[in-house]
Nanobody, 124 residues
């Protein structure tokens, strides 16, 4: 199973970006997917996540500006980031909690996965 993230880049304050992350492999179903971010010297912190049923959770600092959504058919999660601020600058990591097919007999196991990180820079 792999998570492939994309969409980072340089944007001016007040601008927008959309991050995407697709999970691929022997996935039985998605339990949840989300985005975390990390800056130098700080721990990775939750930005937003979304459950298979659609329930969402946001960090207080992004509420009202960021929107997380999921395309269940494509095992893909999106993070629409609006009204970006310099303090949103970070490496953003995709996270997924998946039920995967673990053996040739079809046994299922729950595992957590991380994407490779994509840099978002908010600067004028």
């Amino acid at each position: 199973v792999q998570l492939q993230a994309s969409g980072g880049g340089l944007v001016q304050p007040g601008g927008s970006l959309r991050l995407s992350c697709r999970a691929s492999g022997t996935i039985f179903n998605v339990i949840s997917m989300g985005w975390y971010r990390q800056t130098p010297g700080k721990q990775r912190a939750l930005v937003a996540d979304i459950m298979d049923g659609g329930d969402t959770n946001y960090a207080d600092s992004v509420k009202g500006r960021f929107t997380i959504s999921m395309d269940n058919a494509r095992n893909t999660v999106y993070l629409q980031m609006n009204r970006l601020k310099p303090e949103d600058t970070a490496v953003y990591y995709c996270n997924a909690d998946l039920m995967v097919v673990a053996t040739s007999l079809g046994d299922l196991e729950e595992h957590e996965y991380w994407g490779q990180g994509t840099l978002v820079t908010v600067s004028s």
